[in-house]
């Protein structure tokens, strides 16, 4: 057994067949859905047979469980408000229905930034009135008009949202250069002391307006400070030091209960920010897991060996260009399915909305869920929708990933990360689901396989896949 697919636990014999016992006196069925660039998301049909597969058998074990799923969803960015406000307002209801209703992506955790990112409107903190170490002048005023009506929105389709915070930059006056862009964090006790007010107030400010803010984290991307948008550099210990002498004593003083994750990293090494404060016991016990992004996706199974109690989640997808390509949708859904595989409990895209010309603040227009047509009121479904409905749609929180066993065909056309083609889970219902992609320009002949029950399908070329087993 690999390290990717070493277990978690594994459950009894008798926990084993609560699926088949949910189901007593149900023949055993497939629904099977599938996503070409031709035809997404279509219901095709496949027989469930007792036999042991061919050569390209997908084996599923129930009884080898990982990690649970806390859910997917994306992140909460001014330009996606302004792109729905655009639009007529029963567009506007499909828009949010696609994305967090159950009959479509079905998001349950979402991200939003703690002040400006690169998709607000324009830069700005929540106290950007030097010297206030008090936070006197600390205000949630802005996004009371722009980003909580966004969540709210999403709220009235799925009341119980979870959504997490991280800023982009800290209030400019906080930091060396004293800009949104560029320069390092001060590192005086005073302004770390009311940095760490400032994410009191905020957990506190949010809660206040109804929204479930379940966790946040110090610094989107720390080890960067040289792009054209709010950043900031930290070191690992720095950041280390911040939560532990400062963010931690802070939140606990003020009885703020809230979930510290570490991140958002984007390193490969443990080294750099991980092991600093992970491997710290002072700090270590109050930081409740690691959220990762692009090259540091690669140190989720790492993580999971050396801290095998701390959650993951990816927290942002590739950007892209604004083309919206199927090889894209399909690189992405592969990427879930790999994150999935490495213990990330959440997966996060990264604009979920655009307009038809939204770009960034420095004109950078990328990939997003859906693009709203303000002129036209069309939604458009982009390719990566579908790799994230083929996720969300049958797989909801509280699926625990199961064991499976992929054959090398099935694995094909995979890149440096293993495991980006098959992922599997029992949902809460005792069903049994299967996510499978065929990235190859030929399509795949296959044999799904749980215990004595079995399904021989064909999957399309270049295509997403999601299998539900019930019954079997």
């Not at 009135?129 to 969540?151: N, W």
């Not at 990762?292 to 993951?312: F, S, V, W």
Request: charged residues 20%.
């Amino acid at each position: 057994m690999t390290r990717t697919m070493r277990p978690l636990l594994r459950i009894s014999a008798l926990f084993c067949f609560v699926p088949g016992l949910l189901h007593a006196g149900a023949a055993p069925s497939l629904r099977w859905v599938s996503s070409t660039e031709a035809s997404p998301w279509r219901e095709l049909s496949a027989t469930v047979q007792d036999h042991a597969g061919g050569p390209n058998t997908i084996r599923i074990d129930p009884g080898v469980s990982y990690q649970a799923v806390d859910g997917i969803g994306g992140c909460f960015n001014e330009l996606g408000w302004t792109a729905l406000l655009a639009i007529d307002p029963a567009q506007r209801a499909v828009a949010l229905d696609a994305l967090f209703d159950a009959s479509g992506c079905n998001f349950a955790v979402c991200r939003v930034g703690i002040g400006a990112n690169d998709f607000a409107l324009e830069w700005y903190s929540l106290d950007e009135t030097p010297g206030d170490y008090a936070m006197d002048k600390f205000s949630i005023d802005r996004d009371r008009s722009i980003l909580i009506p966004y969540i709210k929105a999403a709220m009235q389709v799925k009341p119980g949202l979870a959504v997490w915070g991280v800023p982009w930059s800290p209030p400019s006056w906080m930091k060396t250069n004293g800009a949104y862009r560029g320069g390092a964090m001060r590192q005086d006790s005073r302004t770390l002391d009311a940095y760490a007010l400032y994410f009191s107030k905020y957990v506190s400010a949010y809660r206040a307006e109804g929204v479930n803010l379940f966790a946040i984290a110090p610094q989107n991307e720390p080890k960067y400070n040289d792009n054209n948008y709010p950043q900031c550099a930290w070191t690992g210990s720095e950041i280390n030091g911040f939560l532990r002498d400062h963010l931690l004593p802070r939140l606990k003083a003020d009885r703020v209960d809230v979930q510290v994750w570490l991140g958002t990293i984007v390193n490969r090494d443990l080294g750099s920010y991980v092991d600093p404060v992970l491997g710290d016991p002072a700090t270590g016990p109050g930081i409740f897991g690691v959220g990762y992004q692009y090259d540091g996706q690669e140190a989720m199974i790492l993580t999971h060996d050396r801290y095998p109690g701390k959650k993951m989640m990816q927290t942002e997808t590739e950007c892209y260009n604004g083309e919206d390509s199927w090889d894209e949708g399909m690189n992405t859904f592969g990427r879930l399915i790999a994150d999935m595989n490495h213990f990330a409990s959440g997966y996060m895209f990264w604009n979920m909305i655009l307009g038809e010309k939204s770009t960034s603040t420095w004109g950078w227009r990328q990939n997003s869920l859906l693009t709203l047509d303000s002129r036209t009121d069309r939604i458009a479904y982009n390719p990566e929708f579908y790799s994230l409905k083929h996720f969300g749609h049958f797989v909801p929180p509280g699926a625990v990933r199961i064991g499976s066993t992929v054959p090398v065909a099935v694995n094909r056309g995979d890149r440096a990360t293993p495991g980006e083609n098959v992922a599997a889970f029992r949902i809460p219902s005792g069903d049994l689901v299967v996510v499978v992609r065929n990235p190859g320009r030929r399509a795949l002949p296959v044999s799904l396989q749980a215990g004595d029950r079995a399904a021989d399908v064909i999957l399309p070329a270049r295509s997403m896949n999601s299998f539900v087993l019930t019954g079997w």
